[in-house]
């Protein structure tokens, strides 16, 4: 890893050894073992995407550098993703050049890490891949934690203009509940928040004055996507998870949940661990719920205040 001072590398050396079967679990994933064992590269560079307060600076993996969801990879002017050149700013301040391998990992079940694949996928970076598990999976085996920030030297990468296929808007999400466009919607939030029971997770502020769903969409909460150790399930189990609701990649697809956190998190899975053509709608439903002359399917029947 390219870090000009870094305190206590040498655990390296006591790493358990890999076979090179078990190095990654596909082109955009890699594994805890992977990544232990090939910390000192000379061009990785590691993102830790936390946003509970203190998480990074408490221990992350060495070398990791720090990323934050709520003013790095979004416009804190206009609600929008990070801009072309304040990205850009951002990856050469971290040390990313051209041909680099970028791992990105950190905690809540990973889902602000898969946010940040989403981002590095509009702009086109290339060698980005998901630490399978995240950070809990990290913490959970006992591997190194280190609160020494890195002082990583400039980079020199060029990205390119952002790629607005990947990205679903409120008009795109609109058309496909009118049956106005061709495409499968998957909303990735809990059953009850699908069904209009409760209009979001319990203790979050971002709130929507109607509960329910896109019509049309289908519910496959993101839990179904992996296992009891935040891994991702394997291709074939992936493919069958979503088959079973009729999404087998035959028309484009759009993934939503509340703020588009989540739903990244299963835009990764199905984008590309399955190959199929995904965007996310990172409005979700705090924009498509508050907003107004949509359409609403609400299972429940609540209105606002849940009554």
């Known amino acids: 890893m390219k870090i000009q001072h870094y305190i206590g590398a040498s ?7 890999v076979s090179a079967a078990s190095a990654a679990d596909s082109e955009f994933l890699v594994s ?3 990544l232990e064992n090939n910390l000192e590269s000379e061009d990785l560079v590691v993102f830790e995407v936390s946003v509970n307060p203190g998480v990074y600076e408490r221990g992350h993996i060495p070398g990791a550098v720090n990323v934050s969801w709520h003013t790095d990879l979004v416009d804190t002017v206009n609600r929008d993703i990070v801009s072309q050149e304040n990205f850009q700013s951002l990856l050469r301040d971290a040390g990313v050049s051209e041909g ?10 990973n889902w602000f890490s898969a946010w940040g694949a989403w981002v590095f996928d509009i702009y086109d970076v290339a060698n980005v891949k998901l630490l399978d598990g995240g950070r809990n999976k990290w913490e959970a085996e006992g591997r190194t934690l280190t609160p020494i920030a890195p002082t990583p030297g400039a980079g020199d990468i060029t990205i390119a203009s952002a790629n607005s296929e990947l990205r679903a808007f409120l008009s795109d999400v609109v058309a496909a509940a009118k049956d106005e466009a ?18 979001a997770p319990p203790g979050v502020q ?5 509960a329910g769903h ?4 289908v519910n496959v909460p993101w839990g179904n996507a ?3 150790d935040g891994t991702f399930k394997s291709v ?13 990649g035959d028309k484009p697809i759009i993934t939503y949940c509340r703020i588009g956190e989540r739903s990244s998190h299963t835009w990764f899975a199905l984008s590309k661990l399955l190959g199929y053509d995904v965007s996310n709608y990172d409005g979700s439903w705090t924009e498509y719920g508050n907003a107004v002359g949509v359409p609403v399917a609400n299972l429940s029947g609540t209105v606002w205040g849940g009554q």
């Not at 896109?214 to 969409?217: D, E, I, N, W």
């Open 11 to 17: 655990f390296i050396s006591t790493c358990l050894a």
């Open 32 to 34: 805890t073992e992977w």
């Open 100 to 109: 680099d391998t970028i791992v990105l990992y950190g905690d809540t079940n």
């Open 182 to 199: 061709d495409v499968d919607v998957v909303d990735i939030r809990s059953a009850d928040e699908y069904a209009g029971k409760i209009f």
């Open 206 to 210: 971002e709130l929507a004055v109607r």
């Open 214 to 217: 896109v019509p049309g969409a």
């Open 226 to 228: 992996v296992a009891e």
């Open 236 to 248: 074939e189990e992936l493919r069958q998870v979503y088959a079973d609701v009729g999404i087998d």
